[in-house]
């Protein structure tokens, strides 16, 4: 067996948040951070081995005999990028935190470190699990960390926002738990009952049974993206979140949804996808659409950012089902770039919440008058939200909407208003609250008041990542692209062939 890194790489976050329930009185920061730090140079190396030998990170270990269940972890190019994004977010979410008030909270900020390790120790288990009864049970255990971190350090209905998080949740979980006992069924049909990603991948899983079982597995996908008409918990549990576990739940968490469809959708019932590519192509243009015109109508911070990531994520689905290489990489790079957009969103809105006490984008007006940095800041942010040029979230971007016109004209030609109306609303938000004359809340709020080192010590890096990718994406391209090619295999998909200029 190979050296456990991936194992490691988990459990660090995870013992780190356990050990923050034991009393540690007055060094519950140092430590939450200490494990955060670890586990982050932990990742680092992991992704070091990954590049010498992707083998080498393969751990597969008999867990269940009975049922064919292992402890089997891994990763291709899409999962390291998503634990690599887990990684570094971590850490700069617990800075942005560090100083933040919990007037009004169930517990104290220790609790809240140990909640958001444990989430991040899960998420990397999720994003690594190469069995499907393991993918599903880390699936659901990372709902009990976000559920308490909502209950616990949201909003005066977050008690509201956690229950609808949780039901909706759960219900997806449910109807997924069905189509993984299906597979068991059908494997064992085959001779030896297996939940390995691998052996699965061997059985035909095509015909009605096939799509069945497909079908339990996006529905809790397309809940997790979140994508129209089932991502209504999402803006009840930002505007109800602490901006740290908003940023961990649409930066982080929310991923899992797309990164499903392609690991397990398309990998494991590839006949099923493509007959269900119609619908969910025209799912992620209305989830486009719908956001951004949602987001456009909000006068919530929390609740519009959320509504811009509804329509970011339908950009990730369209680019996963119209099934072309240069659409699959460019969604999982898209999820990888909007990680860090999102993060950059929810902090810079959390810093501006601190500050003031409320959410209304009307209660500001002129602020760039006062807090130049932190406007500049806000700026940046809003303009990684409608895909500006150097900025990483054009390229990916780009990628969905030149791998949709390759094969679905039409479908880019409207997803390309949703570019549209992400400028209408990103403007409008800087408009609104940065330009103008100075008003009176502006003036009591935020004389004397712009970044801290602190606050610069969690943007600088994040945008500073952007910016990279932005104008050097190829290493990361080069991670994601063979993710890609391995998922037009599976689903036995050509790319359309070039049209050349007066061929017939």
């Not at 339990?216 to 576990?245: C, N, Y």
């Not at 999102?342 to 919440?353: D, E, H, K, P, R």
Request: some cysteine; aromatic content about 12%; overall charge neutral.
């Amino acid at each position: 067996m190979n050296f456990p890194w991936l194992t490691i790489l988990g459990l660090l976050p995870i013992a780190g948040g356990l050990a923050l329930f034991l009393p540690v009185k007055g060094a519950s920061r140092p430590l939450g951070m200490f494990f955060a730090l670890a586990t982050l140079v932990m990742g680092l190396a992991t992704a070091g081995v990954y590049g010498a030998d992707p083998a080498s990170l393969t751990v597969q270990a008999p867990w269940i005999r009975a049922i064919g269940a292992w402890w089997a972890l891994g990763a291709d190019g899409m999962g390291l990028a998503m634990v690599l994004m887990t990684v570094v977010l971590t850490p700069l979410v617990l800075l942005a935190e560090w100083k933040l008030p919990f007037e009004g909270g169930k517990w104290g900020p220790q609790a809240f470190i140990a909640l958001l390790l444990i989430l991040e120790g899960l998420s990397i288990f999720v994003f690594t699990a190469n069995d499907v009864l393991l993918f599903y049970l880390f699936f659901e255990a990372t709902l009990i960390p976000v559920y308490f971190l909502i209950i616990g350090y949201g909003g005066a209905r977050r008690g509201y926002a956690a229950i609808k998080f949780l039901l909706f949740s759960l219900a997806g979980g449910l109807i997924m738990l069905a189509s993984v006992i299906g597979l068991y069924a059908v494997s064992s049909s085959q001779g030896a009952p297996s939940y390995l990603l691998g052996d699965l991948q061997r059985i035909d899983l095509g015909g009605d049974l096939g799509r069945w079982l497909m079908v339990g597995f996006l529905i809790a996908f397309v809940i997790k993206a979140p994508m129209v008409p089932l991502h209504t918990w999402l803006p009840d549990a930002a505007e109800q979140s602490t901006p740290g576990t908003a940023t961990m739940l649409v930066g982080v968490l929310d991923k899992i949804g797309t990164f499903g469809m392609i690991k397990f959708c398309l990998g494991l019932f590839p006949e099923a996808s493509r007959w269900a590519a119609p619908v969910m192509m025209f799912l992620a243009l209305v989830s486009i659409l719908w956001g951004a015109l949602a987001a456009i109508a909000s006068t919530n911070l929390m609740r519009l950012v959320a509504y811009t990531s509804v329509s970011h994520f339908g950009f990730m689905v369209l680019g996963i089902y119209v099934m072309t290489t240069q659409g699959i990489s460019g969604s999982v790079f898209y999820m990888l770039n909007h990680g860090f957009s999102t993060a950059a969103l929810f902090l810079v809105v959390g810093f501006l919440i601190h500050r003031s006490g409320s959410a209304d984008i009307n209660a500001f007006g002129g602020a760039q008058k006062l807090v130049p940095v932190f406007s500049g800041v806000f700026l940046v942010a809003w303009l990684s939200a409608l895909g500006l040029p150097g900025l990483s979230t054009f390229v990916s971007e780009f990628m969905v909407l030149a791998g949709t016109f390759g094969r679905e004209p039409w479908y880019a030609a409207i997803a390309a208003i949703g570019v549209i109306l992400a400028a209408v609303y990103a403007l409008r938000v800087y408009r609104v609250v940065m330009t103008g004359p100075v008003t009176d809340a502006s003036q009591a709020h935020f004389v004397g008041r712009d970044l801290t080192v602190l606050e610069k010590a969690v943007m600088v890096p994040i945008i500073g990542v952007m910016l990279v990718l932005g104008f050097y994406p190829q290493p990361a391209v080069q991670l994601v692209e063979p993710t890609a090619q391995t998922a037009m295999q599976r689903v036995q998909v050509a790319d359309p062939a070039p049209v050349v200029k007066g061929e017939k």
